[in-house]
């Protein structure tokens, strides 16, 4: 437990010795304008376009439903 402690008080002081962290530079000159009359809007396309309910058949044998699924056939 004193080694645990003594370890986070080190790593305490060790952090309050390094020197200030240096700012983030200036970038709002450098961010591109855009301009929103260019933009294309943007269209509703409906996510279940084209969906094809299919409801089971029926069971089946398994060892013919492999057989047909094989990759040799």
Do not use: Y
Not at 16 to 35: E, I, K, L, R
């Amino acid at each position: 437990m004193k080694t645990h402690l003594f370890a986070g008080a080190i790593a305490l002081a060790l952090g309050a010795c390094t020197q200030a962290p240096t700012p983030f530079p200036d970038v709002t000159s450098q961010t591109a304008v855009t301009n929103r009359a260019v933009a294309s809007s943007i269209k509703h396309s409906d996510p279940l376009a084209g969906f094809v309910p299919r409801s089971p058949t029926g069971p089946r044998d398994w060892r013919t439903v492999n057989q047909e699924q094989a990759e040799g056939n």
